[in-house]
């Protein structure tokens, strides 16, 4: 039972990692079109 807890927090934090990746690739990506359009409009 108590594998199969630790098991499950596991899984959990892994699919919690896997969204805070993709939300800083989000992140990362419109700061960057951001500082591409800044750039243009010098």
Not at 4 to 29: D, G, P, Q, T
Not at 33 to 40: M, P, S, T, W
């Amino acid at each position: 039972m108590i594998i199969f807890y630790l098991l499950k927090i596991c899984h959990v934090s892994a699919r919690n990692f896997e969204m805070l990746l993709v939300n800083l690739n989000n992140i990362v990506w419109f700061l960057d079109e951001n500082l591409v359009i800044d750039n243009h409009l010098m």
